[in-house]
Nanobody, 125 residues
Framework: QVQLVESGGGLVQAGGSLRLSCAAS????????IGWFRQAPGKEREFVAA????????YYADSVKGRFTISRDNAKNTVYLQMNSLKPEDTAVYYC??????????????????WGQGTQVTVSS
């Protein structure tokens, strides 16, 4: 089992940057793919970015491509989401999630097994 804790959220002006962290417990963390999702008020939870177990492969939603970067440090059991050029429409609660099975889509939140509690990101205009 994996427990996930997000941190790094906050209030930032449009054009600014934040780095989110997803810290995991469990000795098998390096075998999991990790995804970031977000949910704005009144909207469904949507895919943001994902990274495979090794960090070699990354995946991004079109809306964040070129602005966000996902990375992982398996020695620290941590995945990061560097968010640059933030926009008001990036405002949401951001969740990280762990996916045990390597096959299947990284974009589908239903395929993730463990979730964190989320961290709020608010971008002011």
């Amino acid at each position: 089992q994996v427990q996930l804790v997000e941190s790094g959220g906050g209030l930032v002006q449009a054009g600014g940057s934040l780095r989110l962290s997803c810290a995991a417990s469990g000795r098998t963390f390096s075998s999991y793919a990790i995804g970031w999702f977000r949910q704005a008020p009144g909207k469904e939870r949507e895919f943001v970015a994902a990274i495979n177990w090794s960090g070699y492969s990354t995946y991004y939603a079109d809306s964040v491509k070129g602005r966000f970067t996902i990375s992982r440090d398996n020695a620290k059991n941590t995945v990061y989401l560097q968010m640059n050029s933030l926009k008001p429409e990036d405002t949401a609660v951001y969740y990280c999630a762990a996916k045990a099975i390597p096959s299947g889509s990284y974009y589908d939140r239903r395929l993730y097994d463990y979730w964190g509690q989320g961290t709020q990101v608010t971008v002011s205009s």
